[in-house]
């Protein structure tokens, strides 16, 4: 009973993902007696509450690639802190190796102004309004890698409270204060 219940509980889990597939890619391998065709496969996938992973997978079918793509990215899941559940708590910027993204949160209403494989992956975290902007390689790879770079290193005022010994609002308030100051 025990083993079923824990066998039933992943899968309710799982079912609720949302996968992206991000770019599919045909590769050749040259043999002796000619080229033998591979497919290489990049997925995103996300729960639409603030998870997210992504994972590639390489296989002789298309279909087989998918899965093991859907496979390693359910078991690179993090958790990316939200807004109000719909965008960033503030602006970052990730690198990986030539892909550089900027993520700025936006205002309520703005929506998902970003482009290819990003856009995939904050339809799958949930996000609803970011301001997104990609230079250097369009590489999908490299995109998405730079994206989840920058997506590790943001901090909810939650955290950086907790790590300073501080409360939320001595958090969020210096914000204000600040403003309130440089106006005077």
Excluded at 31 to 45: H, P, T
Excluded at 78 to 101: C, Q
Excluded at 173 to 178: E, K, W
Aim: charge should be positive; avoid cysteine.
């Amino acid at each position: 009973m025990a083993r079923e219940m824990r066998r039933n509980g992943p899968d309710r889990e799982e079912s609720d993902l949302v996968e992206k597939l991000v770019s599919i890619n045909r590769v050749a391998k040259v043999v002796k007696g000619g080229r033998r065709f591979g497919f290489a496969a990049l997925v995103v996938v996300g729960d639409g509450k603030g998870r997210v992973g992504h994972g590639s997978g390489k296989a002789r079918e298309v279909p087989e690639a998918i899965r093991k793509a859907t496979e390693q990215a359910k078991r690179t899941m993090m958790r990316v802190p939200l807004r109000e559940g719909r965008t960033l708590h503030h602006d970052i910027k990730g690198r990986f190796g030539a892909g550089k993204v900027v993520l700025r949160a936006a205002p309520a209403g703005t929506g998902i102004i970003a482009g290819g494989p990003m856009r995939a992956i904050f339809e799958s975290i949930g996000i609803h309004d970011v301001v997104a902007k990609s230079t250097g390689t369009s590489n999908p790879h490299n995109m998405v890698k730079a994206t989840f770079d920058a997506l590790s290193q943001i901090q909810s005022p939650r955290d950086v409270a907790s790590r300073r010994g501080k409360k939320v609002a001595d958090i969020v308030g210096r914000r204000a204060q600040g403003a309130a100051e440089v106006k005077e």
